[in-house]
């Protein structure tokens, strides 16, 4: 079981990965990315978010373009989980094939920003520590939590290959 517990950062609907990773800075390294993220709807979230904390959503988050950078900047920022009402399909398998759990819940705009939750990926349980509340959502199957416990689908299956490869 792996549970992230941190504050959450709470947004609308249609956050898109222009937002998320905007075009002008797609060129430089993730590092040059990581302080533009989300700054469109809240330029407070790349300076305060910290390692640990989740980001909580409204319908359709991660439309847009299929960019795999919109999760990788979230990644290296330290997010530790998503949860919204809905995802875009691309965004959606881009954050497990990446190692960031994405978890659909229909109440997330239950969740307040800056309250403190818990969220159990593997289960699909959300705690609100805030308010005591409990949300349900369909958890992500243990086979594919491993996968993103090693970090998305490459070094997950480097893993693997690597594990048969020294079985002989």
């Known amino acids: 079981m792996s549970v992230a517990t941190g504050r959450a950062w709470v947004f609308g609907d249609d956050i898109d990965t222009d937002v998320l990773a905007p075009g002008i800075y797609m060129k430089g390294p993730i590092e ?15 300076a305060g978010v910290e390692a640990g904390d989740v980001v ?5 988050f991660g ?4 960019r795999e950078q919109a999760v990788l900047v979230l990644r290296h920022l330290g997010v530790a989980a998503v ?23 229909a ?40 996968m993103v416990r090693d970090g998305g689908l490459v070094p997950h299956m480097a893993k693997r290959l690597g594990a048969r490869s020294s079985r002989g």
């Open 32 to 46: 040059k990315m990581t302080p533009h993220c989300l700054e469109a709807v809240d330029p407070e979230f790349a």
């Open 56 to 60: 909580v959503a409204g319908r359709n």
């Open 83 to 105: 949860v919204a009402r809905s995802f875009a399909g691309l965004f959606f398998r881009n954050a497990l094939n990446l190692g960031l759990p994405a978890l659909a819940c």
């Open 107 to 146: 109440e997330a705009g239950r969740i307040g920003a800056s309250h403190r939750v818990a969220v159990d990926a593997e289960a699909g349980d959300i705690q609100n520590l805030t308010t005591g509340g409990r949300y349900a959502c369909e958890g992500i199957p243990e086979h594919l939590m491993e």
């Open 63 to 66: 439309m847009g373009s299929s």
